[in-house]
C-alpha cells in the first residue's frame, strides 16, 4: 500500500534553515509528482509547490520562489523540501502528498512540525 | 494567488444535508474541472473526498458529492454522520501548473 513516511518534528531558529524528508513506498516513486503543504496552527492549508521525482524538475508557489528548495533521492524514494531564513510565521506542520493517478492530491504524510523560535 | 473563499463554519443536525461553498475566479475554479475537496480531522492528515468537482475514489461513501456553478464549486454531504464533523477544504487547479486551497470550513454536527 501507498505511505509517505514523514521525518519528525523539528525546532528551529529564526534565520535558520529547515529540510523535511518524504519517504515514499508502495509505487514507483518517479511515477508520480510530489507537492508540499503547510498548515500554520489553527489555519488552513497553503500550497506551496511540487517536484518531478523522475526529472527533478521544480514548480514553487510565488510566495515560496527563491526561499523554497525541493529535492529527490531516488536511490532512496525520497522527497525533500528546505525552507530558509526561517521567521516565527513558518511555524506550521509540513505535509507531502501524492499527486497520483486521480492527478490529484491522493496520499498524505502524517506532516512535520516545524516551530521557529527563538 | 488568492486562497479560494469558503464559509469559516456550517453545522447541521445527524441525517440533515449540509453544503459547503467554495467560491474562486475564471482563473481557478471557474477555468478548470479540477476540483477537490479534503476531509481533515484535528490532528491527522488531509483526505481525499472528491476530486475533478464530482468524483469520488474508492471508499469514500456515496453522501459525498461535489459539483460546480460557474466561479463556485460546491460539497454537499447528505445524512450527516457524527463522523463527518470535521474541517474541509477546496483545492483548485490555478493553471501554470499551481494549485490553490480554500481557507477551510468546520463542520459541526449538532
Known amino acids: 500500500q501507498v505511505q509517505l513516511v514523514q521525518s519528525g518534528a523539528e525546532v528551529k531558529k529564526p534565520g535558520a534553515s529547515v529540510k523535511v524528508s518524504c519517504k515514499a513506498s508502495g509505487y514507483t516513486f518517479t511515477g508520480y509528482y510530489m507537492h508540499w503543504v503547510r498548515q500554520a496552527p489553527g489555519q488552513g492549508l497553503e500550497w506551496m509547490g511540487w517536484?518531478?521525482?523522475?526529472?527533478?524538475?521544480?514548480n514553487y508557489a510565488q510566495k515560496f520562489q527563491g526561499w523554497v528548495t525541493m529535492t529527490r533521492d531516488t536511490s532512496i524514494s525520497t522527497a525533500y523540501m528546505e525552507l530558509s531564513r526561517l521567521k516565527s510565521d513558518d511555524t506550521a506542520v509540513y505535509y507531502c502528498?501524492?499527486?497520483?493517478?486521480?492527478?490529484?492530491?491522493?496520499?498524505w504524510g502524517q506532516g512535520t512540525l516545524v516551530t521557529v523560535s527563538s | 494567488q488568492s486562497a479560494l473563499t469558503q464559509p469559516r463554519s456550517v453545522s447541521g443536525s445527524p441525517g440533515q444535508s449540509v453544503t459547503i461553498s467554495c467560491t474562486g475566479t475564471s482563473s481557478d475554479v471557474g477555468g478548470y474541472n479540477y476540483v477537490s475537496w479534503f476531509q481533515q480531522h484535528p490532528g491527522k492528515a488531509p483526505k481525499l473526498m472528491i476530486y475533478d468537482v464530482y468524483k469520488r475514489p474508492s471508499g469514500v461513501p456515496d453522501r459525498f458529492s461535489g459539483s460546480k456553478s460557474g466561479n463556485t464549486a460546491s460539497l454537499t454531504i447528505s445524512g450527516l454522520q457524527a463522523e463527518d464533523e470535521a474541517n474541509y477544504y477546496c483545492?483548485?487547479?490555478?493553471?501554470?501548473?499551481?494549485?490553490?486551497f480554500g481557507g477551510g470550513t468546520k463542520l459541526t454536527v449538532l
Open positions: 517536484i518531478n521525482p523522475n526529472s527533478g524538475g521544480t
Open positions: 502528498a501524492r499527486d497520483g493517478e486521480l492527478h490529484t492530491l491522493d496520499y
Open positions: 483545492c483548485s487547479y490555478a493553471g501554470s501548473y499551481t494549485l490553490v
